[in-house]
């Protein structure tokens, strides 16, 4: 495992750890072509942007990390092996900035577990017949798994500026197994959609590549009544860029077609789903012009469709009545009143207003489309009846960190969840250690990293009642009449106290405008523009709308906005997008606190995608900013291998008379009991070190994964 010129392939392995020490390694290891280097149990993966050799996964099964070289697999197999053994959740969490490589890194942890669990179909069942059936539906699973990721991808991942197939949405993947270890099921949760994506991005960016993928297929165009030429489409000619050398989207189209098809979709489905996409792409052509003339005349028409017969062929692509369609984008119902006296009244939209209802239709059809998508997978992932899951493997594979020139909503609620991970980092590897050590009396110098706590009470607030970013924009969404400037001047007021804003409303910046704000994030320094925060966030869609759609004809239309007729009867205030998101996020952090945490951490190893080439300026960062030499740090001044008294006792009580087969007193009494029937001291709290000569401490540090420093089978 360890070869000269290779440099350690586990940080914890190295005498001193400095940031020059951590980079050195990590270059020397990069120049060499290997990605991977362990912080303990933790892997650091470098993106190389080029195929890099891929070892054997039968090398890695039934290894411990430590024993074979740092690998996905290998972290793979630990988290699958602690499943079977512990019989509980386990998750990995793959966090890094966009296009450091999460995305491929969960593919491949997916894989490998694929592979070492098919292998435990009916292990414990006799009969060969069910063993056989067994085998059959964990292929169907494994199968289904593996074939989901293509389909989420095509509807979720686009190109940007950064990434050729960066997720445009957060991705946390259950994969449910049984008690013997064979996957059963599987279940997909989904977070904040980037739909704005669908009617505007940045230059040289695309949309969703499924567009793409349906255009590239001419038979499937003209069978839709439309032309394949992705330039006539507005949606798409808005960013100008079509084609990309690394995207195949005729290759991909037919790899989604066969997925879609293991997904247990069929043709009129499929059609159903591109009359859909279709549509959309026919909504950006529908122009509206604003009629001075009649709006002089008669004050309530001051808008008209400039091409009719553009809506005429959206209307038919969704199985809806043209003339409604077309009242519903350039008229409004507002409600007034209330009680007795409440009543609707319909306003006029001019061309403006009329433009947003139309974006505003496209990128909720394409938000529920995509909705549909997960859910039809998360159906088809279901367990079998009679099939139960005993443990869960999550995967969180959720959009990085992002700066870009323009940043949005859509970035400030993507960055915040990118906040919340590296805390509960944060939390997990470098502050609950320590006060671990603290609390258990061992000798411990405390180790200094950068707490992002106060980040995440400006952009959440510390308590239900404190000031925050969220709140105020809440406050401001529902007041109503707020420009984009009092919005910042609020946040300004509301937020001086805090180290973490700046806006020029409070002086600290005269580079920025009055619509724009700065939160100085763990990763950097970002600069929102806040001009559409309070639409984004207002998220709504106007029951006109909602109307049109439920008088589709299709069943598909029907489905996407079945839920909105209650929201639309609701008396209840809409929740905004920030505060479900939040929600969200929350729910997220509390079901990985539920697992035992695995983590991949990725790095970006250059901006210009360009293979094996380490930008040492870009990388510091990252490794400044994921806190990797604190980890490496804390994980080396304390115990690679620690369990619960619980486990522990659980695992190994039948090792000594006196604890087996029952144990009536503490699970630490037990723990300490096991231990000295064993010859082992355990760890002196004042020295801090166990020997590790001993045989039965050998046996013990095999069987529980132990990678002390120190113990000379973590050396060996
Ligand atoms: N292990 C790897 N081997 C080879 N190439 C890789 C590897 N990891 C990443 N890449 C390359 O980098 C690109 C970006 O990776 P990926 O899509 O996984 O990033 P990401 O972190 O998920 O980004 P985003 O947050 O934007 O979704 C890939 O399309 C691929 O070209």
């Given at each position: 495992?360890?070869r000269?010129?290779?440099?350690?392939?586990?940080m914890t392995?190295?005498?001193?750890?400095t940031?020059?020490?951590?980079?050195?390694?990590?270059k020397t290891?990069?120049?060499k072509g290997?990605?991977y280097t362990?912080?303990?149990?933790?892997?650091?993966?470098?993106n190389?942007?080029q195929?890099?050799?891929?070892?054997?996964?039968?090398?890695?099964?039934?290894?411990?990390?430590?024993?074979?070289?740092p690998?996905?697999y290998?972290?793979?197999?630990d988290?699958?092996?602690?499943?079977?053994?512990?019989?509980?959740d386990?998750?990995?969490?793959?966090t890094?900035?966009?296009?450091?490589?999460?995305?491929?890194?969960?593919?491949?942890?997916?894989?490998?577990v694929?592979y070492?669990?098919?292998s435990?179909?009916?292990?414990?069942?006799?009969?060969?017949?069910?063993?056989?059936a067994?085998?059959?539906?964990?292929?169907?699973i494994?199968?289904?798994?593996?074939?989901?990721n293509?389909v989420?991808?095509?509807f979720?991942?686009?190109k940007?500026?950064?990434?050729?197939?960066?997720?445009?949405?957060?991705?946390y993947?259950?994969?449910?197994?049984?008690?013997?270890g064979?996957?059963?099921?599987?279940?997909?949760s989904?977070?904040l959609?980037?739909?704005?994506r669908?009617?505007t991005r940045?230059e040289?960016?695309?949309?969703f590549?499924?567009?793409?993928?349906m255009?590239?297929?001419?038979?499937?165009?003209?069978?839709?009544g439309?032309?394949?030429d992705?330039a006539a489409y507005?949606?798409?000619?808005?960013?100008?860029?079509?084609?990309?050398?690394?995207?195949?989207?005729v290759?991909?189209f037919?790899?989604?077609?066969?997925?879609?098809?293991?997904?247990?979709w069929?043709?009129?489905d499929?059609e159903?789903?591109?009359k859909?996409?279709?549509?959309?792409?026919?909504?950006?052509?529908?122009?509206f012009?604003?009629?001075?003339?009649?709006?002089?005349?008669?004050?309530?028409e001051?808008?008209?469709?400039a091409?009719?017969?553009?809506?005429?062929?959206?209307?038919?692509?969704?199985?809806?009545?043209a003339?409604?369609?077309?009242?519903?984008?350039?008229?409004?119902?507002?409600s007034?009143?209330?009680?007795?006296r409440?009543?609707?009244?319909t306003?006029?939209?001019d061309?403006?207003?009329?433009?947003?209802?139309?974006?505003a239709?496209?990128?909720?059809l394409?938000?529920?489309?995509?909705?549909w998508?997960v859910a039809?997978?998360?159906?088809?992932?279901?367990?079998?009846?009679?099939?139960y899951?005993e443990?869960?493997?999550g995967?969180l594979d959720?959009?990085g960190f992002?700066i870009?020139?323009?940043?949005?909503?859509e970035?400030?609620?993507?960055?915040?969840?990118?906040?919340?991970?590296?805390?509960?980092?944060?939390?997990n590897?470098l502050?609950?250690?320590?006060e671990e050590?603290?609390?258990?009396?061992i000798?411990?110098?405390?180790?200094?990293y950068?707490?992002?706590s106060?980040i995440?009470?400006l952009?959440?607030?510390?308590s239900?009642?404190s000031?925050?970013?969220?709140?105020?924009?809440?406050?401001?969404?529902?007041?109503?009449?707020?420009?984009?400037?009092?919005?910042?001047?609020?946040?300004?007021?509301?937020?001086?106290?805090?180290a973490?804003?700046?806006?020029?409303?409070n002086?600290?910046?005269r580079?920025l405008?009055?619509?724009?704000?700065r939160?100085?994030h763990?990763?950097?320094?970002?600069?929102y523009?806040a001009?559409?925060?309070?639409?984004?966030n207002r998220?709504?869609?106007?029951?006109d709308?909602?109307n049109?759609m439920?008088?589709?004809?299709?069943?598909?239309v029907?489905?996407?906005?079945?839920?909105?007729?209650?929201?639309?009867?609701?008396?209840?205030?809409?929740?905004?997008?920030a505060?479900?998101?939040?929600?969200?996020?929350c729910?997220?952090?509390?079901?990985?606190?539920?697992?035992?945490?695995?983590?991949i951490?990725?790095i970006?190893?250059?901006?210009?995608k360009?293979?094996?080439?380490l930008?040492?300026?870009?990388?510091r960062?990252q490794?400044?900013?994921?806190?990797l030499?604190e980890?490496?740090?804390v994980?080396?001044?304390?115990?690679?291998?620690r369990?619960?008294?619980?486990?522990?006792?659980w695992?190994y009580?039948?090792?000594?008379?006196?604890t087996w087969p029952?144990?009536?007193?503490?699970?630490?009494d037990g723990?300490?009991?096991?231990?000295?029937?064993?010859?082992?001291?355990?760890?002196?709290?004042?020295?801090g070190?166990?020997?590790?000569?001993?045989?039965?401490?050998?046996r013990?540090?095999?069987?529980?994964?132990c990678?002390?420093s120190?113990?000379r089978?973590?050396r060996s």
């Amino acid at each position: 495992m360890f070869r000269a010129g290779e440099g350690m392939y586990d940080m914890t392995l190295m005498d001193e750890v400095t940031e020059d020490t951590f980079m050195e390694n990590l270059k020397t290891r990069f120049s060499k072509g290997i990605i991977y280097t362990n912080i303990g149990e933790q892997i650091v993966s470098v993106n190389p942007f080029q195929s890099v050799a891929e070892p054997e996964m039968a090398d890695f099964v039934n290894q411990f990390q430590y024993e074979v070289q740092p690998h996905i697999y290998a972290l793979a197999d630990d988290t699958y092996r602690a499943l079977l053994s512990e019989k509980s959740d386990q998750c990995v969490i793959i966090t890094g900035e966009s296009g450091a490589g999460k995305t491929v890194s969960s593919k491949i942890f997916m894989k490998y577990v694929a592979y070492v669990s098919s292998s435990r179909v009916g292990a414990s069942m006799a009969d060969a017949a069910a063993s056989s059936a067994a085998a059959a539906e964990t292929e169907r699973i494994k199968n289904r798994l593996l074939e989901s990721n293509p389909v989420l991808e095509a509807f979720g991942n686009a190109k940007t500026l950064r990434n050729d197939n960066s997720s445009r949405f957060g991705k946390y993947m259950e994969l449910q197994f049984n008690f013997a270890g064979a996957p059963v099921g599987g279940r997909i949760s989904q977070y904040l959609l980037e739909k704005s994506r669908v009617v505007t991005r940045a230059e040289g960016e695309r949309s969703f590549h499924v567009f793409y993928q349906m255009l590239s297929q001419p038979i499937l165009m003209s069978q839709l009544g439309l032309t394949p030429d992705p330039a006539a489409y507005k949606y798409l000619a808005i960013s100008g860029c079509y084609e990309v050398s690394s995207i195949r989207d005729v290759e991909d189209f037919l790899e989604v077609q066969q997925a879609v098809k293991v997904l247990g979709w069929n043709d009129d489905d499929l059609e159903e789903v591109f009359k859909v996409l279709g549509a959309i792409l026919l909504l950006g052509n529908v122009e509206f012009v604003d009629d001075a003339d009649k709006s002089a005349e008669h004050k309530t028409e001051c808008v008209s469709v400039a091409n009719q017969e553009v809506v005429l062929q959206v209307a038919d692509l969704l199985a809806v009545d043209a003339d409604f369609l077309m009242g519903s984008l350039m008229s409004r119902s507002i409600s007034t009143g209330v009680g007795r006296r409440a009543s609707q009244i319909t306003v006029q939209l001019d061309g403006a207003g009329a433009a947003d209802t139309r974006d505003a239709l496209a990128k909720f059809l394409y938000s529920r489309l995509f909705d549909w998508v997960v859910a039809r997978i998360n159906s088809e992932l279901e367990p079998a009846r009679g099939a139960y899951s005993e443990a869960v493997i999550g995967i969180l594979d959720i959009y990085g960190f992002e700066i870009f020139e323009d940043n949005s909503f859509e970035q400030f609620c993507i960055n915040y969840c990118n906040e919340k991970l590296q805390q509960y980092f944060i939390l997990n590897v470098l502050q609950s250690e320590q006060e671990e050590y603290a609390r258990e009396g061992i000798t411990w110098t405390p180790i200094d990293y950068f707490d992002n706590s106060p980040i995440i009470s400006l952009i959440e607030g510390a308590s239900a009642r404190s000031a925050s970013i969220i709140a105020l924009l809440d406050e401001a969404c529902l007041v109503g009449n707020t420009t984009t400037g009092q919005l910042v001047e609020k946040f300004a007021n509301g937020l001086s106290s805090s180290a973490h804003f700046e806006a020029a409303a409070n002086g600290a910046d005269r580079s920025l405008t009055a619509e724009q704000f700065r939160i100085k994030h763990y990763a950097g320094d970002v600069v929102y523009s806040a001009e559409l925060f309070q639409d984004k966030n207002r998220d709504a869609l106007y029951p006109d709308l909602v109307n049109t759609m439920h008088t589709s004809s299709s069943a598909l239309v029907q489905e996407l906005f079945k839920g909105d007729k209650a929201l639309a009867q609701s008396k209840r205030r809409p929740v905004t997008a920030a505060t479900q998101f939040k929600k969200a996020v929350c729910e997220l952090i509390a079901t990985l606190q539920a697992c035992s945490p695995h983590y991949i951490r990725c790095i970006k190893s250059n901006d210009a995608k360009r293979g094996l080439h380490l930008d040492e300026e870009r990388v510091r960062h990252q490794v400044v900013y994921l806190n990797l030499v604190e980890a490496v740090r804390v994980r080396k001044a304390g115990f690679c291998n620690r369990q619960h008294y619980t486990r522990f006792m659980w695992r190994y009580k039948m090792l000594t008379d006196a604890t087996w087969p029952i144990w009536r007193g503490s699970d630490r009494d037990g723990v300490e009991t096991i231990l000295n029937g064993l010859g082992w001291r355990g760890p002196s709290t004042s020295s801090g070190r166990p020997s590790c000569s001993s045989r039965t401490h050998r046996r013990l540090c095999s069987w529980s994964g132990c990678g002390r420093s120190g113990c000379r089978l973590w050396r060996s």
